[in-house]
Structures are given as C-alpha cells and as structure tokens.
C-alpha cells in the first residue's frame, strides 16, 4: 500500500473520480497548467486536459459562480480556492446560491459541488493566508463542512464529497499538507461524511479536534499517558453534519471535555460543541468544559504566529485544568 502526505491522498482522490465519472472537473487559480499553488492539481491538465482541469481569471466569486452553473447542469465541479482568506469574495455565492437552491427548488435541483480551500495558519504565511473560517460555513444552512487530518481520511472524504448531491466546503490544514505520510489505499474508497473517528481511546477526558489540531491533540494525550492520565481524543472529520453522537458517548465515559482549535474564540465551532454537550450530557460532566482555541485578533504575521496558535502545552494547561476541577 502506497505512502502519501495529504497533497498527494487528495491529488489521488481527483484523479480515481475524474477517471471513474467523465463529469468531475476542476477549476481555479492555477489549477491546471501549474498544478496549483500547493501542486495539489499537479499533473490533472496533463492527463485530462483544459476542458476537464480549467485555469481561471482571479474572481473567487467568478469562480463559485461558474461552478454553481455547472453543477446546475450535470457536471460535478471540484473549485479551489487558492487561499482560506480568498473566500470572502465568493462568499455571497456559496451562501446565498449554493447552499440554498436545493431548498429554493423544493428539491428539484441539487448542487453536487465541492468547494476545496487550504485553511489554517502554521506555514508562516502572510494576512489572509492563514485564516480558519469554518464556523461561517457551519452556520450556513445547506452546506457540508469536511476537514481531514490525515492523508487516508483526506482521499476517502473528498471521494465522498464529490460524490455527495449537496455543496461540501472541504478544509484542508495546509501546515499538514507534507508534515507525514500514511498507508492510502490504491483506487476507490469512500469515508462517510458526518462520522467522527476515535483517534486515541482514553478513560479520563474527551479532547476533541479537528485538522491540523489532530497531531497536537494526540501528542498531548501522549504526554498525559506519561503522567498517569487517560485522554481520548475525537477527530470529527466532519462539522456539518456533525457526529455529536461519538461526542456524547465519550461524554459519558469520561465526564471531562477540553476543545481544541486554531480559530478565534468567540463564537468558534468550539462554542456550539459546548453548548451542545452541555444539552446533552451535562449530568455526566465532572468539571466545565474547557476551550483551547486562537486569540479574537487576526492572526498575526510569522514573528508571532507560534504564540497564536495552540501547541501542545495550551492543550496539556486545558488538559490539567479539567483534571483537577
């Protein structure tokens, strides 16, 4: 079985549903020719050519647009936006059209279209290009959120994305694009959209992550072993639809609950998961819930950005504090 980062997991998954179904496509900044900024399209125009791996004008919202029409008409466009701070132009799009149509249309018309954004800060990349918007798309009726923490996961949800009859936003950590390789299986698998994965069973307390957060996460419960602590930690996978029923049953076993990730505080996805454990499994709690998250500023440029983003001594303080609640 092959060993592949994340950037190659994806360009897998690309390649097996453009050769397994004629209507997937491509299309954004650089994606063809180039093969992206990332080379996550590297070598598609090659293979399938301008028609089916489109280089396009610098319009995020020219972008969405175009893809919204193609999906509209039988074609299942996979879109990339260059950046996660680029989405902002395209914004009226995905949520006004595309995550409303199929309700507009009383269900006569779906959008099966996949919106892939590398997110995420960690590369030492300028302003607006380290941005974790997720919560935004949560938000929006209508709209899949996906983000993979692992090069099998990431080949096996953008499967089922494209093959999915609604809009998927599909996140990617772009600081983990060549951080590690992982067994990825050849040809067609899918990953179910909307069940989370228990990536460290544990006894003590629920630590749950997302993304780039994944690596963090299970190097903290590593370190907590050591000290005679058990910490189970969930990989969501999916925060719309979201698996609250993994959440719940850890919940139950452990009675502590630390949530873990890069965006903003305030009304972070990390809020909606509190309030929801709080509704349904707040006579198992032993202690508050506990956010390790980003600060409420833009995240700031490179000298600084170590200090923004959680590591692995946030996440053993948020540990700790549960603990000896």
């Known amino acids: 079985m092959p060993q592949l980062n994340l950037v190659q997991a994806i360009n897998d998954a690309l390649r097996t549903e453009m050769r397994r179904d004629p209507t997937v496509l491509v299309l954004g900044e650089d994606v063809g020719v180039n093969g992206g900024v990332f080379r996550v399209t590297e070598n598609l125009y090659k293979e399938f050519g301008p028609d089916r791996a489109i280089d396009t004008p610098l319009s995020e919202a020219g972008i969405v647009g175009t893809a919204i029409g193609m999906a509209l008409n039988g074609l299942k466009p996979v879109a990339e936006i260059q950046f996660d701070g680029f989405m902002a132009p395209a914004f009226d799009q995905i949520v006004s059209h595309a995550a409303r149509i199929r309700w507009r249309s009383r269900g006569r018309f779906h959008v099966p279209l996949v919106i892939r954004v590398p997110y995420g800060g960690g590369i030492r990349g300028p302003e607006l290009h380290s941005e974790s918007p997720e919560a935004y798309y949560t938000h929006t009726p209508g709209l899949k959120v996906v983000i993979p923490s692992n090069p099998y996961d990431a080949k096996g949800l953008l499967i089922a994305a494209i093959r999915d009859p609604d809009p998927v936003i599909y996140f990617e950590p772009k600081r983990l694009y060549r951080a590690f390789r992982a067994e990825v299986p050849e040809g067609d698998y899918v990953v179910p959209i909307g069940e989370a994965r228990i990536a460290r069973e544990g006894s003590d307390v629920t630590l749950i992550v997302w993304g780039a957060m994944v690596p963090i996460a299970l190097q903290a419960a590593e370190k907590m072993a050591a000290r005679n602590a058990s910490v189970e930690v969930i990989d969501l996978r999916t925060l719309a639809p979201l698996d609250i029923e993994t959440v719940v049953e850890s919940v139950k076993k452990t009675g502590r609950v630390v949530i873990m990730h890069e965006a903003p505080r305030t009304c972070g996805f990390g809020s909606e998961l509190?309030?929801?454990?709080?509704?349904?499994?707040?006579?198992?709690?032993?202690?508050?819930?506990?956010?390790v998250t980003g600060f409420d500023t833009i995240i700031p440029y490179p000298r600084l950005e170590d200090y923004y983003l959680p590591d692995v001594g946030r996440c053993l303080r948020g540990i700790e504090k549960v603990l000896s609640y």
Request: net charge neutral; charged share 20%; no cysteine.
């Open 274 to 291: 509190a309030a929801l454990v709080n509704e349904q499994a707040f006579e198992y709690l032993k202690a508050p819930i506990v956010r």
